[in-house]
Nanobody, 126 residues
């Protein structure tokens, strides 16, 4: 399984970016997908997830109302639209695939992901 993330960059506070992740190697539509981020010197943390059919989305509190996760099961892609970006959103962002096929729960942690993209840097200047 390969996950290829793209779309990071440098943006001013209040700006927007869209991250994309292209997946290949297994039945994409059977697995939830997530975005995690890791700031310098900190652990990797959950940002957002979308269940296998796109019917449910989940966000960490700090990004609710600003970020939107979506997926296209025909194109095997997952995206993260990030609006109203803040300096504290600065991190390397990773897409990941959940190890649990057809998972219907709402808890997503790094340990539940079995494949990871290479990470894309998002820098928000103040």
């Amino acid at each position: 399984v390969q996950l290829q993330a793209s779309g990071g960059g440098l943006v001013q506070a209040g700006g927007s970016l869209t991250l994309s992740c292209a997946a290949s190697g297994r039945t994409f539509s059977a697995y939830a997908m997530g975005w995690f981020r890791q700031a310098p010197g900190k652990e990797r943390v959950f940002v957002a997830a979308i269940n296998w059919n796109g019917g449910n989305t989940y966000y960490t509190d700090s990004v609710k109302g600003r970020f939107t996760i979506s997926r296209d099961n025909l194109k095997n892609t997952v995206s993260l639209q990030m609006n109203s970006l803040k300096p504290e959103d600065t991190a390397v962002y990773y897409c990941a695939s959940d190890r649990r096929a057809y998972y219907s729960g709402s808890y997503f942690a790094a340990k539940d992901m079995d494949y990871w993209g290479q990470g894309t840097q998002v820098t928000v200047s103040s």
